[in-house]
């Protein structure tokens, strides 16, 4: 996604998730999935794609230029359940390829996952096609990206009001420090994620809810890599999405967990993804997001701005009084009086 103000790029992260319920345009993105989705049918089943069933459908727009992008889950004989992430565009010369960007992102930690013997940090990429399809027009460009299927979801799944009652203190702290450590390892990566929250978080394997097995948890994997941005210009340097996106540091992000100098117009650090990471703390030991806005409100933007540049810090209930001195510290409005490193938050947990 090319970078533009820090307001607009926000606003475009708004509508980045946008399914068709939700779209303003409803009834016009239902009628292009009319004529896109059963060609896509047509395709990954020619692919050997079976059992396909289309789960999401939006459309982006990107300097003038229309595009489509969606998930759709289904069976493959080598591979078994996956998750197909594609993105359509009219013109096979566009160069807005976020799918693209976001393969070599992936393509990238997987390289320094196995070089650095870490642990897995995001789901591996089974698939990969970029491939010219007559549909919306003579020649049209679509992007195939394939991961495992994670039966699980994310962590938002768990943290929603049903679940996340039943999670227990131990399970809630696990989860806690398997973020970290998992962010941790993105960051030693050479990338910064500039998205992070509950529903980038996958599960591999089960969550349980019995109180005898209160610290097993499931490994966390990290997806959505679309707005990661290299740390380091030896890795920006590497990669095949546009220069000004390293240079500018101005890129889009969710507005409940952008961090106070993001509002401001300031680029992606560390900190801005430690920030998030402790709004991501808040939610899931309390089930609540830290920072709230009206459904009402006439320029939400504004309303999500104020909140984090002026709203203090809260103050969690007495039980997770153990977390306050993190959680300060995560949410610290200046950068410099922040965490530095996402080591020094794991540090920290361990001491608890």
Known sequence: MKNSGSNPSTEKACAKHASIERSSSKQALQTQAQKILPVLTTIFSSLHYSQIAHQRLS????SGAVYYQGLTRSQHPQFGQVMIKWQLSADSNHDSADLAYEADVLKSINISISENSLPAIAPPILAYDNVTIQILKPSSQLIILVTPYYPNGSLASQLNSQNHSRLTDIQKYHL??????????LHNTGWLHNDIKPSNILLDGFMPNHADNSSITPDLLLTDFALAEAINDDIAQNSDKNSDKNSTGDSAG???YLA???WQGQGATLQSDIYAFGIMMVEILTGKRPFQISANSNDKLKAWAIQHCQQPIPTLPLEYSGYQGIINKALAKRVERRYQSMEEIVVDLERL
Do not use: C, G, Y
């Open 59 to 62: 459309q982006q727009s990107d």
């Open 176 to 185: 806690i420090k398997q973020s970290a450590h998992l962010v941790t390892n």
């Open 254 to 256: 969710t507005p409940a």
């Open 260 to 262: 106070p100098e993001r």
